[in-house]
């Protein structure tokens, strides 16, 4: 084959001239395959990046916690050895470690946990329901915003405990007491949420779809929601937080008749019978259950959609 000029003449001296790699380059020249090369070289750097990271990370995510709590059981073992307070009204760790293992033992630690987040998980995935459409809804059509978004906000300002009288009176002293409370509680914290992330999506998004002739139902679910879910997961997060509470206070006050025995019950129980240790069981057991929500359920979600937006730097958790 006859020698391109070109090539005779860009060639350097001394270089081979039967690498493929290189000729090729040469043939194709500067701009072709730089795009697929930049994004190798890129996704490598993230890749490169993440790893470095999560190494650095998950020590410090496991050994901090574990660190604050240790540290706050010290505090407070020696705060009950100083003797301010007697220790039938504060008592220590060891105490407390006694007297819920007394209730492990007699098996009601295991019924109030089990009936507890049962309750509040099966309330909560009827506030998701109920509350999706809800927000979608709110956040399209405006003339609904404006007439039912000061309530939904008022509501979710309103304590919870405030509807369990009203419930007692509706219901009785039923499980539909409790649920009716977790449910006015959830509801317009994952409403708020929703509205919130719609609110932040480019219009730019529902001109495409409208050109591309999406119809309402499909620029609600393919497009506004997806778009909308860094919202719709911290109101999720703050639903579930506040249907916990609620479910806790309505427990509580809501005791006898056809209700099982919860972690409110538990704690309503231990005041009633001034057993502190009780009192401060029930307290830490709704306590880990909460943390162990977060930890389990709603961090992992919030990671992998910023990791999916590339929004997951190294400073995030």
Known sequence: MPSNPTLEKDRVPGQATDAPEASAAVVRGPGAGSGADLAAIEAGLDHLQSETTKRSRDWTRVLLPLAAVAAL????????????????????????????????????AQEAVLTSLGRGLLGFAVSVVVATPLGLLLGQVRPLRRAFGPLISGLQVLPSVAWVPAAIIWFGLT???????????????????????????????????????ASRGELALRVIL????????????????????????????????????????????????????????????ILAVGIAI????FSPLERRLLASRGLLSGGTR
């Open 226 to 285: 997806p778009a909308a879910l860094p919202g719709y997961v911290a109101g999720l997060k703050q639903g579930w937080a506040f249907s916990w509470r609620s479910l806790m206070a309505a427990e509580i006050i809501a005791v006898g008749g056809t209700l099982g025995f919860g972690l409110g019950s538990l704690l309503d129980q231990g005041r009633t019978l001034s057993d502190m240790g009780v009192v401060m069981s029930a307290i830490l057991v």
């Open 73 to 108: 059981l010290i505090a407070w073992q020696l705060y009950v050895s100083l003797g301010f307070k007697r220790r039938d009204l504060v008592p220590g760790p060891l105490d407390v470690a006694a007297s819920f293992g007394a209730l492990w033992a007699e098996g009601r």
């Open 175 to 213: 499980d539909a007491t409790v649920y009716f409370v977790v449910l006015m509680g959830a509801i317009p914290s994952i409403v708020n949420g929703l509205v919130a992330g719609i609110d932040q999506i480019p219009p730019q998004y529902r001109s495409v779809a409208k050109v591309l002739g």
């Open 294 to 297: 977060e930890l389990a359920v």
